[in-house]
């Protein structure tokens, strides 16, 4: 029986290997598939509280390495991730996303000669000042499988030389699990709760070092939310770091009436609350692909993005960084100058079952 051990360190790890994992249960006579958890995210709203709501296992290793610099957190996510790999000997190690667990145990597989499947292969900002950035670099020059959400992944591997045959086009599998727990979605009462009126309220998340670890951006950022929070009722559930740091500078006194701080959300709720948004405004990934299969209108804060097809084809805006722009952009949206968009191709649900499938044919 060959064994396939699975890394996840952070929520949107959690989100895109979830699906891989049921799928793996269909090949449960010949396979048996590990999960281990590195604890990069070790808040229990930004960690247990995701595999609760997806419904996935408990890992069969929890090496709860926390947080730290991203060389500390590195090496030691590789440390502990090199004697899980001697402890499991396992066939092959999936790697999704982007996050340090991702590069760290795929460089500790690299050198243990211990193939590897890159979740989420290809993408690219050509930004080097964003952390991810280097770590999809690193992960994709390492990886034997590279699986591949958009077009952009397939143009970008070939031009950094990469094989054909390692390539594979298969969809995103963050859409398998949104696709899966849409009727919970649609059912949540969220927005009751909150006391908000569908489609009538605008969802903010912040969290690059960029937008809230600098004083003046977090400043100009809050006061622009502020602003927006007299058009509609702004939603913010709030990052760790981004709470300690409104503390720490001072910033408290910019939060508004209609400028809802929360905790971060589960997945569920989350989810619901972008559902019924009329705005989403944010400097996440993930988001911008959530945003676009549920048709929402989508600010994008940040000069680039790796996930060009939620521009091209989906609902997103990329607008920069300058507030006065992403002011203006949300203006237009909230008075009727929205992008139509579309679901991109192979956004079906049914990646997992293409990346599963694959790994059994190659399994030899």
């Not at 950035?133 to 031009?159: A, K, P, Y």
């Not at 009462?189 to 912040?206: H, P, Q, S, W």
Request: net charge negative; charged share 30%.
């Amino acid at each position: 029986m060959k064994k396939i051990l699975s890394v996840v360190g952070a929520r949107p790890n959690f989100i895109k290997i979830a699906p891989v994992a049921r799928a793996l249960k269909k090949y449960r006579k010949e396979v048996k598939h590990i999960l281990c958890h590195t604890g990069q995210h070790f808040d229990k709203k930004m960690s247990e509280v995701f595999f609760e709501d997806l419904k996935m296992p408990k890992p069969d290793f929890n090496l709860g390495v926390g947080g730290g610099s991203h060389a500390e957190q590195t090496a030691r996510i590789m440390l502990e991730m090199e004697k899980v790999m001697t402890e499991v000997k396992p066939d092959l190690v999936i790697v999704p996303g982007d996050v340090n667990s991702t590069m760290a145990a795929a460089l500790v597989a690299s050198k243990m000669g211990i193939p590897i499947a890159h979740v989420e292969a290809g993408l690219r900002s050509y930004d080097k000042t964003m952390p991810e950035e280097i770590n999809r670099i690193v992960t994709d020059v390492v990886s034997d499988f590279l699986f591949v959400t958009e077009h952009s992944g397939m143009h970008n591997l070939r031009g950094e030389g990469m094989d054909d045959d390692k390539i594979f086009f298969v969809g995103n599998t963050m859409i398998d699990t949104l696709d899966e727990n849409y009727d919970a979605v649609e059912g949540c009462d969220i927005t009751d709760r909150l006391g908000l009126e569908k489609e009538r309220y605008i969802v903010a998340t912040f969290h690059r070092p960029s937008n809230v670890d600098d004083k003046g951006n977090l400043e100009a950022l809050l006061e622009t939310m502020g602003r927006l929070a007299g058009e509609r009722k702004l939603i913010f559930p709030v990052h760790p770091r981004t709470r300690k740091n409104i503390k720490a500078f001072g910033l408290d006194r910019l939060i508004t009436k209609n400028l809802l701080l929360t905790d971060p959300l589960g997945y569920i709720d989350f989810l619901s609350l972008m559902r019924y948004a009329e705005l989403v405004i944010t400097d996440s990934g993930g988001i911008q692909e959530e945003t676009t299969y549920m048709g929402v209108q989508c600010i994008t804060v940040r000069k680039n993005t790796e996930r060009p097809v939620t521009v091209d084809v989906g609902t997103n805006h990329l607008v920069g960084t300058g507030m006065e722009k992403v002011e203006k952009t949300a203006m237009d949206i909230l008075g009727g100058t929205t992008k139509p968009g579309r679901i991109p191709e192979l956004w079906d649900g049914k990646a997992a079952k293409r990346i599963a499938a694959i790994l059994m044919e190659h399994k030899e």
